[in-house]
């Protein structure tokens, strides 16, 4: 089985190729520059160290989100475009559960998450069972204090993954104290090759045409119109 | 072509600047095999204007069930394709990017040439598909987005000698439909209620200094404004209608009045109008009538063709391919792209 692996949701520009199974190749950077400029050129370069052609890939993996709205749809156009183009699937993976990974030798709860401005972050809650990273509280987008306050109340330890994470972490330990753990600098950022793994054991079943980013939330626009709908209603019925 | 010995050109065009998700298949630049839009504009209406973050989003659920459309509408596959060409800009960053991303993917599978494309470029070779271009010849351009007087020697040649100092003229029109409490977009509405009404209003002509080929429509846009709020506070009751006729009238005087200056100093034979606001009767009318006087041949695109579509990139994209123009990996959105 082959596969081409593509992350473009964070700063982190994320590609990887999975050879006979094996992750024979990663290209990664954590530079602010433009995904949609540098992506394919990071796609043939690693093809073609892998001695590659995109006929003989099997499926393409993508990292669906959250993260940047732009940045997800980036990777997303591309790998889905790519996969339809190709005839195979594309296969979409959390964007927070790559970054999960890490914690596959912890035994406390894993708490992935990315800056979402105003107080809130995307995040999930993850624990490792039977040799697998897996999620125990869906991907969402909540208060960073709240979401603090919950994890709080497991009384477990905590791993926290993020790219995020200088902006964050002072906040963590004022909650959690002791309970919260971190991990190197390289582990706050989403590698490719465990968006390759990941993807590569993940069932295919999406129709590739009707593949989307996880954006998590509505955009402001939307929200803002379905708030005033629903104030309309409520308005109609006298409420 | 048909004389049997140069070798068909097919190119699949692509286009997500704005709120249109198009792809196309056009033989030798001017044949159309396939031309599938889905225009976002019900979406778009209840927030009375295109949102980007939307648009983007519909973009890149939309995107390959057009591609597959047009493929599948022209009855070629990926072998029969010369060339991707693709919107580069202006536009929408976030709405170009998933055109351009997807373009790159196609052509990475498929080992296809890539050719990014002008938007602008694409609508005049919109009347490319109506008719074969001849040159020396003049465009005027007319859109949501733009309002540019655009020069042309030969194919693939653009220059623009006049274009929108503030407002595009399309915006203008929306901006006072707006004001007239009519929906979005009002472009077409002031253009019935034009027809129905008298231009009893006086309002300003923006001619910008003799020599100036360029355009200014927001103190046009501010006279209407004020107009009606004078009236307003008169107790005097304005017929839309009439509002309606006047504006336009302004608006069509300069336009049509700029472009017959431009084509005489140009000496121009041909006359071309291209963008959405192309579909507006009272501009083609107007736009025809001082053509004939002059003796001038003047194109306008079928209004299928006025409005964003990849049929268009794919025209421009044809001339481009043919003149060697290729574009790498590293082709990219670019919002204010200009034209040369
Ligand atoms: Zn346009």
């Known amino acids: 089985m082959n596969g081409l692996a593509i992350d473009t949701s964070t700063y982190v520009l994320g590609v990887a190729v999975v050879k006979d199974g094996e992750v024979v190749g990663e290209f990664m950077t954590n ?163 465990e968006l390759a793994l990941l993807g590569m054991n993940q069932d295919v079943s999406v129709n590739t045409h009707e593949f989307a980013p996880n954006y998590i939330r509505l955009a402001e626009a939307e929200a803002k119109w379905l708030a005033a709908r629903q104030g309309e209603q409520k308005e109609n019925k006298g409420e | 072509m048909s004389n049997g010995m140069e070798k068909d050109i097919v190119i699949l065009g692509i286009e997500t600047s704005c709120d249109e998700t198009s ?155 707006r004001t007239l409490g009519l929906p979005y977009p009002g472009g077409p509405h002031i253009d019935r209620l034009a027809h129905e009404g008298e231009a009893t209003i006086e309002l300003p002509r923006a001619w910008l200094g003799p020599e100036s080929y360029d355009f200014s429509f927001s103190g046009l846009k501010s006279a209407v404004i004020n107009t009606l709020h004078n009236a307003k506070q008169r107790g005097e009751e304005l017929l839309p209608e009439n509002v309606a006729a006047s504006f336009q009238e302004s608006v069509i005087e300069v336009l049509v009045g700029k472009t017959m200056r431009a084509a005489e100093e140009k000496q121009v034979q041909r006359v071309l109008l291209a963008g959405g606001v192309a579909a507006n009767k009272g501009l083609r009318r107007a736009l025809k009538e001082a053509c004939d006087k002059k003796g001038l041949s003047l194109t306008i695109p079928t209004l299928e063709y006025c409005t964003d579509n990849a049929a268009m990139i794919a025209s421009a994209g044809t001339i481009l391919y043919q003149s060697g123009r290729r574009s790498g990996d590293r082709l990219n959105g670019q919002p204010g792209l200009l034209l040369k």
């Open chain 1, 31 to 193: 530079l602010k520059k433009n995904h949609s400029l540098r992506l394919m050129s990071a796609i043939r370069t690693l093809m073609e160290e892998a001695e590659m052609t995109p006929k003989q890939l099997d499926r393409i993996i993508v990292a669906q989100g959250p993260g940047s709205y732009t940045g997800v749809r980036i990777g997303v156009t591309t790998a889905k475009t790519m996969a339809w183009a190709l005839q195979i699937p594309v296969v979409g993976v959390s964007s927070l559960k790559i970054l999960a990974q890490y914690g596959r030798y912890f035994t406390g709860v894993i708490s992935p998450f990315f800056d979402a401005r105003r107080g809130q972050v995307y995040t999930g809650l993850y624990r490792m069972s039977n040799g697998l990273v897996e999620n125990i509280r869906p991907d969402q987008i909540i208060l960073h204090h709240d979401w603090l306050s919950a994890l709080k109340d497991l009384g477990e330890q905590v791993l926290f993954v993020s790219p995020d994470m200088t902006k964050h972490q002072e906040t963590i330990e004022e909650v959690l104290g002791k309970k919260a753990i971190f991990g190197q600098k390289t582990e706050n950022l989403l590698r490719p090759g």
């Open chain 2, 23 to 177: 792809a196309a298949v056009v033989r030798n630049g001017r044949e159309v095999l396939s031309n599938v839009v889905s225009s976002q504009i019900e979406s778009h209406k209840r927030f009375g204007g295109v949102v980007p973050e939307i648009a983007s989003r519909h973009h890149v659920e939309q995107i390959t069930y057009i591609l597959e459309e047009a493929l599948s509408n022209a009855a070629v596959t990926f072998q029969d394709i010369d060339a991707v060409a693709v919107t580069e800009g202006p536009g929408l960053v976030g709405a170009l990017l998933i055109g351009v991303n997807a373009a790159k993917a196609l052509a990475y599978a498929h080992d296809i040439p890539l050719v990014g494309v002008h938007h602008i470029a694409g609508h005049i070779y919109a009347n490319h598909l109506v008719e074969e271009l001849t040159f020396p010849l003049l465009t005027l351009v007319v859109s949501g987005g733009h309002t540019e007087l655009v020069y042309m020697e030969g194919h693939g040649s653009f220059e623009v000698i006049g274009e929108t100092r503030d407002d595009a003229v399309g915006e203008a029109y929306d901006k006072v439909a």
